[in-house]
């Protein structure tokens, strides 16, 4: 997940970006590196081109609508992206993104970012610092059983300390 | 305290006398399904890791949809994948090749009233049908409940969704589904629950009652509920399981239980419904969109290519014939979709009508299969989602109707208001 204090750009687009946008149809049968590269081209070719790690992904309302596909996430983690920020999320592509370790931050104010914002998300204190307006947005507080998740990098590290307690 | 259906399931599955909405509650799996998608090629890796094997194969149902058949060596690999996992954790419920994962489990009487379910699928909730909570969630959750038959839920409040009437000639669930992205939006649920009653809906038949819940997932719900009554009881009577008067009594929403928004619509006024790309939610009277041309008409899907389906798109296509520049392609359901077709006469009347028929399975709804699309062109398809490029090329446009509007269009070789040929 995002370190404190990371700063990445943000990229922005609108309402109701779907999981096959994030992870194309045709692409699906190829390992995560292959799909990655297709990553947001129907409505941004040069997003795969141009994202670096600790960047952040801004939607509108219903991000990552459609498909249970978490390569959809996946892509996105494997361009280096640990934080999604949108006004809200489609539910199972809010699960899929806990449960792979990129924190999903619900925010009411996420209108208010521009393209190419420096942004610092911090997950945990469940804030974002806009570094070109200084502002700092509240987000939607995650449940603690999600926190926890996202702390061990996402459901499988999380289950295995589990395991592993569990057999101890 | 009230209750209601969504929040009765849970509390059993959680082991709790009640649920309040909000709550987080840990819910034991009862079926747990898989494809071959975002079943073993990703779940398998990731038990390997965690060191531990299926927590029960008995209430695990595998079904190859999504590659099959194998075109080439990727998808050959991913099917070679899937059948030897099955093998190996004594999966007794694998489908190969047989159907659709949404299809396979009514056709094989897997799903019933009060049961927790959850599908490796977005379209999961299509067992919400049989007032079973079922939803989808990824492969990586799916590792997680074949690890420990376990997954936590937030208690939802729940939509009721009420349609009065009964819906006119060539309507179909499937218009009211479209008419629903349009009305309720697609963020308005916000991952609570839908529940659909009313009269209209106690006339549906199974089938069609299973588009209703497979397309909650387009409207943002968790699930899509129907309470069971006579009709779910004699379904699930003729795949030999059997339903108590106490199953009926239980699995509903208590006459006094507090509803998130009740909606309200009139069967009677629905008119066939075509939503514009690229959204399901861009939907409005099929007579709207009248004079767009068509290249590709496509009858397939979990949505949208049953035997009832096929049946809409036969009464249409009775002695017509598809328009010269236009293709009609139809991938059903299930085998025992192709089968049954094949019995009743109806398959004949298609292919008579110059339908392409292409294998059972997800095909092109997805872009994954047979009959996607070029830059440019333009479909209508009886499937249930329209995202740019999701059936091929980022510029081909998807428009989505009834097989009737569906098989009308083929006819005509743009869109139309089916019922012109329904007289």
């Avoid at chain 1, 995560?32 to 081209?41: D, G, M, N, P, V």
């Avoid at chain 2, 659909?196 to 038949?205: T, V, W």
């Avoid at chain 2, 009308?408 to 869109?415: F, Q, S």
């Amino acid at each position: 997940m995002t370190a404190p204090g990371t700063r990445g750009r943000a990229f922005v687009y609108g309402d109701n970006v779907d999981t096959d946008m994030l992870a194309p149809g045709l692409y699906m049968k190829f390992g995560i590196a292959e799909i990655a590269k297709h990553c947001l081209e129907a409505i941004d070719p040069d997003f795969a081109k141009t994202v670096r790690p600790g960047d952040v992904v801004v939607g509108g309302e219903n991000f990552g609508m459609g498909s249970s596909r978490e390569q959809a996430v996946m892509a996105l983690r494997e361009l280096g992206v640990r934080t999604v920020i949108a006004k809200s999320f489609a539910g199972l592509f809010f699960r899929n993104c806990v449960n792979l370790g990129v924190a999903p931050l619900v925010c009411a104010h996420a209108g208010e970012i521009a393209a190419g914002d420096a942004l610092d998300a911090d997950p945990l204190a469940g804030t974002i610092r806009n570094a070109r307006t200084g502002a700092v947005y509240p987000c939607e507080a995650l449940p603690a059983h999600l926190l926890a998740m996202l702390e061990d990098g996402g459901l499988m590290p999380h289950l295995e300390k589990k395991l592993k307690r569990g057999a101890a | 305290m009230a209750s209601t259906l969504a929040l009765k399931i849970l509390a059993r599955a959680s082991g709790v006398p009640a649920l309040r909405q909000g709550e987080i509650a840990t819910c034991k799996v009862d079926l747990a399904m898989m494809h071959d998608s975002g079943g073993p090629r990703r779940v398998k890796p990731m038990l390997e890791k965690l060191g531990v094997g299926v927590w029960d194969p008995s209430k695990i149902v595998l079904v190859t949809d999504h590659y099959v058949p194998a075109v080439d060596a990727e998808s050959a690999a991913i099917l070679d994948l899937t059948r030897k996992w099955a093998a190996a954790n004594g999966i007794a419920r694998f489908h190969d090749m047989q159907g659709i994962c949404h299809v396979i489990l009514p056709e094989n009487g897997y799903l019933k009233p009060g049961m927790f379910a959850v599908g490796g699928d977005s379209h999961s909730p299509t067992g919400g049908a049989f007032g079973a909570y079922m939803f989808g969630i990824g492969a990586t959750e799916m590792a997680g409940v074949l690890a420990t038959g376990e997954i936590w839920v937030r208690a939802p409040g729940t939509h009721l969704v009420r349609w009065t009437g009964a819906l006119g000639k060539g309507v179909s669930a499937k218009d009211i589904m479209l008419k629903l992205c349009r009305a309720m939006t697609l963020s308005a649920v916000k991952y609570d629950v839908v529940e659909f009653a009313g009269p209209a809906i106690e006339k549906l038949p199974m089938i069609e009652r299973l588009v209703l819940a497979n397309m909650s997932a387009e409207l943002g719900a968790q699930t899509g509920l129907i309470a069971p009554d006579a009709v779910t009881r004699d379904f699930l009577a003729g795949k030999g399981v059997e339903l108590a008067d106490a199953d009926l009594a239980r699995w509903r929403s208590d006459p006094d239980a507090e509803f998130t928004r009740t909606w309200t619509f009139d069967a009677a006024e629905l008119a066939p419904q075509i939503a514009a790309p690229h959204s399901p939610e861009n939907s409005d009277a099929a007579a709207a969109h009248k004079g767009t041309r068509i290249q590709q008409a496509y009858i397939g899907a979990c949505t949208g290519a049953k035997l009832v389906d096929l049946h809409m798109a036969a009464a249409v296509l009775k002695g017509r014939k598809v328009a010269a520049g236009t293709r009609l392609l139809i991938a059903p359901a299930s085998q025992r979709t192709t089968t049954e077709a094949a019995a009743d006469g109806t398959l004949a009347t298609l292919l008579g009508a110059g339908a392409i028929l292409l294998p059972t399975g997800c095909g092109a709804c997805a872009g994954y299969g047979a009959g996607v699309l070029a830059e440019d062109e333009t479909c209508l398809s009886s499937t249930a989602r329209n995202f740019k490029g999701r059936m091929g090329h980022p510029k081909s446009r998807v428009y989505l109707g009834s097989p009737y509007s569906v098989a009308a269009a083929a006819v005509a070789g743009e869109i139309v208001d089916p019922r012109e040929f329904l007289a």
